[in-house]
């Protein structure tokens, strides 16, 4: 899988070159990433932007055990309309009564390589198991924010091209455990499954793949797939400079953790960018 399946209300930014956006596995749902289309608290004028980079540390693809450093490019905004750019790709946000709230968001996945190429998902352990083909997708969210404390929300990944990959679900708990002038921690907990086309997509391996590629011949199935911690703490200089520092652990379980090609059952990730909001 390109991403490692974590998500959360974490850290700020997109791991990878600015003209590919790493939002699937492992970045999209290693929760380092803050997902810009929870509720969030308003600027005073009820814009805000920021725009950073730095580094980012994670697996080659899900479930590998070969790690890669990259930039991150943290790039998100938010608007009083409710429109947000950031994770979640660029979507809409519609705040309902008592605390909950629904959006859609549209956002592209580059997919899998087979082989270790740039800053593509893939490692030459995957050599005769073919790309998996990038795909533009739609993300569907409902939710509960209890206060400015904590989110309680449901996702899906529904791929709008190269269907055949499958669908993912999500279900996550995000909240902020300490916040001050300067400071700011959240921690987050989510739970992931795939539908049977994504499971047999980035953990199963056809006949045809493993005559190609040596691996056994093995068909995985739908239901959870990982479950995964998330943690961020977020420090500002100024009223407009700030770093972030995040990481993440995704644990894959059931038929998912038994594939031939999940080297690691235990994947991590971590980034820290440098931030400017306006």
Known sequence: MQRIAMAGAAGLLFVGAASQVHAAEPARYSGIQQDQSLPTNATDGGYEFTIGGGIGYSPRYMGSDEYRATPALNL???????????????????????????????????????????????????????????????????????????????????????????????????????????????IGATAHFASGKYA?????????????SGYRQYAPGGGLYGVSLTANWTHKFTKHWSTTVAGGVMRYTGNASRSPIVFNKTNYQAAATLDYTF
């Not at 309680?152 to 995000?174: E, H, K, M, Q």
Request: hydrophobic letters at 40%; charged letters at 20%; aromatic letters at 10%.
């Open 200 to 212: 047999q997509t980035y953990f199963g391996v056809s006949a045809n793949q493993s005559l190609n």
């Open 76 to 186: 998100a905004l938010q608007t009083p309309i409710g429109v947000f750019v950031g994770l979640g790709g660029i979507g809409y946000r519609l705040s309902l009564p008592a605390g909950f709230f629904l959006s859609a968001a549209l956002s592209y996945d580059g997919g899998r390589k087979d082989r270790a190429k740039g800053l593509d998902s893939g490692s030459d352990k995957l050599r005769g198991m073919g790309d998996i083909k990038g795909s533009v997708f739609t993300t569907l969210q409902a939710g509960y924010a209890i206060g400015d404390v904590a989110v309680v929300s449901v996702a899906t990944d529904i791929p709008l091209t190269n269907r055949d990959r499958g669908n993912v679900y999500r279900f996550a708990v995000d909240g902020v455990i300490y916040k001050s002038a300067a400071d700011s921690v959240g």
